[in-house]
């Protein structure tokens, strides 16, 4: 938005403000949507002696002998990971959903794959059935899939371009105090016991409902009525709550400009997104990027923290506490190294808390670099036609690489030890190398000035008028 200097030269652009519609959005949305991805990370990390116990009695009840260790270890690992697993499948709806509903619509749809599961969960121990919470992770992991993505995507279309990297962090922010929630809740004397943790499971369905009854108040993105459904009309009286004043001429010809390209180009699958040479090095930096992300091991801390722990040595009673701690603290720093052999632990006494301060700092690197950028850059790389199938690949990439980090990190941690990071720390360093090099700063840019510092490292030639943009194979 731009207004005349008082002289009558340049106009002098108005930078964007948090007005309360704004505000209010960008909290129901990542509280509604966000927090419960952060919650169901880290819910079954403290009642987990409590919930193997569930399962082996279950078991026993069934065929009078109660689970080997070793199919024990297996199946929790799958009640864990198949979280991320719905994760993936989510990931692979992003496109299709928000394209046919809309971004706002794709989240109010996508509360349904937390209530239900929510129920499933709460039962699961009357119904003396511990398939029922593994399929339930599933679902649950499908919302999250969603609103991992979807959150981003929205808030990124809402923001004006000086907001857009402060909002996007918001999501994040909510996830790690989801993560926090949940820890806090598993302490023994509140919920983490042999008697709360069906209902702990369940909760997970409270923030859903309050999305559900108050996000229909706010507005749809204002970059998909105009671009993708062409109610110009609709999108202005958005950007005008949005934004707090009533000229919005400006953003809406930035769009118009995009929207006209659009229709050159057509709506991109993620097939032909693929095949897209002016969009190679985007595409490539976010699967980098989002494998980065996962592959650094931090879930398996969020997953496995009681087991960490212990195996560091921490009294088993100071385990939850320090959990929380974990939790409490997770900002930013580097990267720790924790492959310190075990009978050190075992023999120096204060070795414990060194390990727990490298956890800790591990944790806090992670938030504020790795952990929120990928879904800030992957909006601001693709424009609108893109995006979709943008958001779809990389949200794969994500669950998939936390699939695999939740799935084979116990038998990792039986295997090696604390060996297990030294893995993680090689993969944090390759991608710290890889964007040093290649991601460029996209701060306060519009879409179409980050669309055209890309166009140089894909060797095509990008030229930007008033009536449409043009790329050419340079």
């Keep these: 938005m731009a207004k005349e200097n008082e002289d009558g030269g340049k106009p002098v652009e108005r930078r964007g403000r948090l007005t309360v519609v704004l505000a209010l959005a960008t909290l129901i949305s990542a509280f509604g949507s966000s927090f419960q991805y ?13 919930m193997k116990q569930f399962y082996n009695t279950t078991y026993m009840g069934r065929y009078g002998r109660p689970m080997e260790d070793s199919f024990l270890t297996l199946l929790w690992s799958f009640s864990v990971s198949m979280y991320p697993l719905g994760g993936f499948f989510g990931s692979l709806m992003v496109a299709p959903l928000v394209n046919k509903l809309g971004r706002k619509g794709t989240l109010l749809f996508n509360n349904i794959f937390s209530i239900v599961p929510a129920v499933m969960m709460g039962v699961s121990e009357i119904a003396k059935s511990y398939e029922i919470i593994i399929v339930a992770r599933v679902i649950v992991g499908i919302c999250a899939g969603l ?9 990124g279309e809402l923001s004006p371009k000086n907001l857009r990297g402060a ?18 809740l598993g302490i023994r004397n509140i919920l983490g016991n042999s008697t709360g943790w069906p209902l702990m499971l369940g ?16 507005p749809e993105s204002p970059r998909y009525m105009l671009i993708q459904k062409g109610d110009e009309k609709t999108a202005k009286k958005a950007l005008q709550r949005l934004r707090g004043w009533e000229n919005v001429e400006e953003e809406l010809e930035e769009m118009r400009l995009e929207e006209q390209s659009e229709r050159a180009e057509g709506r991109l699958s993620v097939l032909s997104l693929l095949s897209q040479r002016s969009l190679r090095w985007q595409l490539v930096s ?66 414990p808390y060194i390990s727990i301060a490298c956890v800790i700092i591990y944790v806090i690197g992670h938030a504020i670099g790795p952990s929120p950028i990928p879904y800030v850059v992957t909006t601001e790389m693709f424009r609108q036609s893109a995006r979709p199938a943008a958001f779809m690949v990389a949200g794969s990439v994500h669950w998939l690489s936390n699939f695999t980090v939740g799935l084979i990190f116990p038998f990792l941690e039986t295997g090696l030890g604390p060996y297990s990071f030294i893995i993680f720390s090689v993969i944090c360093l390759v991608t710290l190398v890889y964007i040093w090099l290649v991601v460029p700063e996209t701060k306060s840019k519009t879409f179409l000035e980050i669309c055209q510092m890309f166009a140089k490292r894909n060797k095509v030639e990008l030229k930007l008028d008033h009536q449409l943009i043009v790329i050419a194979v340079a």
């Design 286 to 351: 976010i699967i980098i990027m989002n494998m980065g992300q996962q592959l650094s091991g931090v879930n398996a801390i969020y997953y496995y923290a009681d087991s960490i722990y212990a195996t560091a040595g921490v009294k088993e009673n100071d385990i939850q506490y320090v959990t929380v701690g974990t939790g409490a603290v997770n900002v930013f720093m580097t990267i720790a190294a924790v492959g310190i052999p075990k009978f050190v632990f075992t023999s120096v006494t204060w070795m």
């Design 38 to 50: 952060g919650y169901n990370v880290a819910v079954v990390n403290s009642p987990s002696v409590f």
């Design 203 to 218: 909760l997970t369905g409270i923030p859903a409902v309050i999305e559900l009854v108050l996000l229909p108040f706010f």
């Design 147 to 155: 609103s991992s993505n979807v959150v981003p995507m929205y808030l």
């Design 167 to 184: 909002l996007g962090v918001v999501p994040q922010l909510f996830i790690t105090v989801g993560i926090l929630s949940a820890q806090v």
